[in-house]
C-alpha cells in the first residue's frame, strides 16, 4: 500500500491511497465570495480545473446557445482539507455561470451538501443554486456574505425573500474570515446530519420512492 | 459548424491538439467511473515514465502521491475529461492505481463518515 507517509518532504501531508474523500459545494453567484471561503479554510492554494464544453454537449438545452463555439470550457476551483490521513475533504466552488448545468450534475454527484452563498444586494443571484439543490434534494445551508457590513436585511428578512424552508440554516458570515467559514461548515455539516437522520426514520419505501422524482 | 477535423487545430484549442491525439479524440470514460475526488497514485513512476508518452509521464509524477482526479487536472491543466481518459489508459496498464471515494449507496450518506467530517472540522 502506498501512503503518503512516503512523502517527508510535502508540506502538507496528503491523504493515503485508500482514503475516504467525501465533497462539499460552495455555491452562489457571480463574485459573491466563492473562492474567497475556498480560500479561508483551505489547506492548498485553491486549485482551478477546466472542463470541456465539447460537441458531447450539444443535446444540453442550457448550452445551446454556444454549440458553434466547439471548445469552451468551464473552471471550478477547490479547496482540500485533510482530516486525517484517511478522510479528506475537497470543497469545490460551483462555475459562477449556472447554465452550466451539466457540470453542476458531476459536482453535486455524490456530494455531501452545499453552502450557498449569497450577496444581499443581489439575492437573485443565488436563486438558480438554491432551485437545483432543491430538485435534487442536496442538504444546503445559505451563508450570508457581510459585504463591509451592508447588511441591510435580517436573517428572517432574507429567509423570506428567498422562499426557503425554516429548517434551512441561514448563516451570517465572512467569507474572508477562517473562523467565519469554519462555522459554516460546521452548520452544515450538522445539517446533512439532521437531513440524513430524518430521511432515515422515513419508511424505507417512501423514501426511495422521494429519491428516485 | 467546424467539423470535427477542424476543432482539434482551432486557435482556442491550440494546446490541446496534442492530449486529444493521445486520447483519440476520447473525451468520455467510463470504464472505472472516475469522479473528481476519486485517489489516484502510480506506480513505480520512474520506471514508467519511460514506456508512456511524454504526458503520461507528467500525469504518473503528478501523482507520484495520493491525489484526486480534480488535483491531477489541475496540476497539468489539462481540461477534466481529457485526464480522466489519460488516467484510465494508465490503470488499464496498472501503471495507477485507483480508489473510489465515498459512494452514495442509498440517498443518506454514511453517518460515521459524517461525524468524523464534523469532528475534523472543529479541530481545524
Ligand atoms: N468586503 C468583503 N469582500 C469580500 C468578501 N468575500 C469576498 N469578498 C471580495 O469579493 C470579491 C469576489 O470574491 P470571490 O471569492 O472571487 O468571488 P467568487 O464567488 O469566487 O467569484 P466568481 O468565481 O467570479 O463567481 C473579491 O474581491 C473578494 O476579496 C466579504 O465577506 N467581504
Ligand atoms: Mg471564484
Redesign the pocket.
Known sequence: MVSASSNPSSPVAGPAIDAIAVKVLIS??????????V?AVSEIVPLRTEELITELSNGVDDVSGIEDKSTTTVAM?FGRITINPELVLYLF?TP?QDRFWFMWDELARGALGAIV?VDTRRLDACFAAIDYFEQRQLPFVVGV????GDQLYDVDEIRAALDIDSFVPVIL????ERDSTKELLVKLMEHVMATSRLADSVPAQQARSSAAT | MASRGEVWFDDAAGPLVRPYALTRGRTQDDRYGLDLVTLVVSVQPAVHERIVEPEYADVLWVCEHPLSVAEVAAKIDLPLCVVKVMLADLIERNYVIYRTGWQPVRNTPDMDTMQKVLDGIRKL
Open positions: 452562489g453567484g457571480f463574485g459573491v465570495g466563492k473562492t474567497t471561503l480560500s476551483d466552488g459562477g452563498l456574505n457581510c459585504f463591509d458570515c465572512d467569507a474572508r
